[in-house]
């Protein structure tokens, strides 16, 4: 059995990547050139089908167990609820509009690079809320029998971009997180990096 602890840090690691790709997509933008609306779609298409499908109603109810063991995380997990739904409209609305765009309505530029520059930042802050204030304290109180409860209520399920089996409409973008990838580690480590 995987370690809960370790695939939902690697979870959020994958969802960083592709609010990365997102980001060099409104910088295409910013500097006038056309961003890959479907390779936008594709990722925004990912994070309300899977992310907002599986990853934030698990971490609902796990948010609830630790809730009952320890009421301090009350204030921060309230607030973290509250961006999974916050996240789950502006990711609604955002593909909209990028679907919108792909299709040559005209959607104001500065309108679409503004909602995607906001979604990420929102985004982001939300990932290092749970990585930082949350996950430590799951990590020190929920046990198996916590685990399992979250797995009867929403079972894990094959990620259609990161697993073995990638679904057909994100082939591009999984080689595009692959290729990145590779760039990355033939680079290597950033100078000063022990
Ligand atoms: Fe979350
Ligand atoms: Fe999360």
Avoid: C
């Avoid at 592709?18 to 594709?42: C, K, R, S, W």
């Avoid at 679409?112 to 304290?137: F, I, N, Q």
């Avoid at 916590?146 to 073995?164: C, E, N, Q, T, Y």
């Amino acid at each position: 059995m995987t370690d809960p602890l370790a695939a939902w840090h690697t979870e959020h690691l994958n969802f960083a990547r592709l609010l990365d790709i997102l980001e060099e997509q409104v910088a295409a933008f910013h500097m006038g050139e056309t961003p890959n609306y479907a390779l936008m779609g594709d990722i925004l298409y990912y994070m309300r089908n899977f992310t907002d499908r599986v990853h934030h109603p698990r971490e609902d109810v796990a948010y609830a167990r630790l809730t009952e063991l320890d009421p301090g995380v009350k204030l921060v997990v309230n607030r973290l609820l509250q961006e999974h739904r916050v996240l789950a409209t502006a990711g609604d609305d955002l593909l909209t509009h990028v679907i919108e765009a792909g299709e040559d309505v005209v959607i104001p530029r500065a309108a679409l690079e503004a909602a995607t520059a906001t979604y990420l930042v929102y985004y982001r802050h939300h990932l290092s809320t749970e990585e930082r204030d949350v996950m430590p304290r799951a990590a020190q109180l929920l046990t198996e029998q916590d685990w399992a409860a979250v797995d009867a209520i929403v079972p894990v399920r094959p990620d259609p971009l990161f697993g073995s089996n990638v679904l057909e409409r994100f082939e591009t973008l999984r080689r595009q997180i692959d290729l990145d990838a590779k760039a990355a580690r033939d680079q290597g480590p950033a100078p000063g990096t022990p």
